[in-house]
Each structure stands twice: as structure tokens, then as C-alpha cells.
């Protein structure tokens, strides 16, 4: 994974060293690809502290609060997306750090992964957690811990692959239970149960 971009990185270096014509469209190539390698590294990083125990401190989390924010977010970057959000109250005593890893890379899987025109649905009760999308689901639904899968749609997206496998391994630390199955929207359905 980190070949890839790192390859990008040193043909258009070589074409900006050769060739000033192009140099902000070299340039912005270079970036986008240094960025994407930052990226494929900080979960690398995390996955890494996982394996050696490093969970943080509990803390006390209001899960409802955190999904507001993140729908929030979501809208500020997609503001076509149509988002469903309904929850109970569930507060609950985790190390952030896992609980924002699982969360944020379900949700992030959901926004990347489908168009802007297909609905998100959240749905919190009791000590579960159901995040749906109406994009066009994955070819394998996931039944391995830490399997990578579906690899081509990471690349269309510009994903690592690496996403899911830190969605696996945070919930297994947190103790918390993942279920994937097929959306009546169309798309991926993850349940955790905390």
C-alpha cells in the first residue's frame, strides 16, 4: 500500500525535475499522494498500538452526543447527504481513542463508500449501535477478524484497506460485538453492541 503512492510520488518528481510547465499540477499530485501515505501510516500507527496494549484511559463517553457530532460533520462535507438520526441516551466508560476509531471509521466507510445522493441512517437504542448506508455494499461481507477485503473498492476510493481492520480490532479491545449484513437501503449494515 505505501509502494503505491510512494511510486506516484517519485514519477512526478522526476517529471517536475525535467519539466517546470506543469509544476502545480506535479505539485498537487505529490501532495495529494504525501498525504494519502500519512494516512495509510497513522493506521498503521494505530493498529500497531493496539497490538501492544495501548488502549488509553477510560473515560466516560455520551455516544449520542458523539454520533450528533459526527452527523454534523458529515453534512458540512456532503450537504446533499440525507441523514436519519434517532438515539436513546447511552453513556458509556471506554478509552476514547477506541471508541472515536471504531465510530469514525464506520461512519467514514459509509460517506466515502456511497454517493452523496444515497441516505445514511444511525439508529441507537439500548446498547447498540446500527449505521446503514444506501451505497452499493461490498462484494464480501466481512466474517474474519482483521480480513482485509473488497480491496478494488479501496482503491477506486483512495482508501488503504486498512479501515475495517481498525474497526475490528477497536471493537475487539472495547468488548464490543460487530454484526455485517446487507441494508434494506442497499448498502452495508454495521451493528455494534456495546
Not at 67 to 75: A, C, F, S
Amino acid at each position: 500500500e505505501l509502494k503505491t503512492p510512494l511510486t506516484v510520488i517519485r514519477g512526478y518528481s522526476e517529471l517536475l525535475s525535467k519539466n517546470s510547465e506543469n509544476a502545480s499540477k506535479y505539485a498537487e499530485r505529490i501532495n495529494e499522494e504525501s498525504l494519502r501515505m500519512s494516512n495509510i501510516i497513522d493506521q498503521l500507527l494505530k493498529i500497531a498500538a493496539l497490538n501492544e496494549g495501548h488502549k488509553g484511559e477510560s473515560t466516560s463517553i455520551d455516544l449520542a452526543e458523539y454520533l450528533r457530532t459526527h452527523v454534523d460533520d458529515i453534512l458540512v462535507l456532503q450537504p446533499k447527504r440525507q441523514i436519519s438520526f434517532t438515539s436513546e441516551p447511552l453513556v458509556i466508560e471506554a478509552p476514547y481513542e477506541l471508541v472515536d476509531t471504531l465510530l469514525s471509521n464506520v461512519l467514514t466507510n459509509a460517506r466515502i463508500h456511497s454517493p452523496e445522493s444515497a441516505p445514511i441512517k444511525i439508529t441507537m437504542a439500548g446498547k447498540q449501535i446500527v449505521i446503514e448506508d444506501g451505497g452499493p455494499g461490498l462484494k464480501e461481507i466481512p466474517d474474519k477478524p482483521f480480513k482485509r477485503f473488497d480491496t478494488s473498492r479501496s482503491r477506486e476510493t483512495g482508501g488503504s484497506g486498512l479501515g475495517m481492520s481498525l474497526i475490528q480490532k477497536s471493537a475487539k479491545e472495547l468488548g464490543a460485538k460487530l454484526h455485517f449484513a446487507k441494508s434494506e437501503l442497499g448498502g452495508l449494515k454495521v451493528e455494534i453492541t456495546f
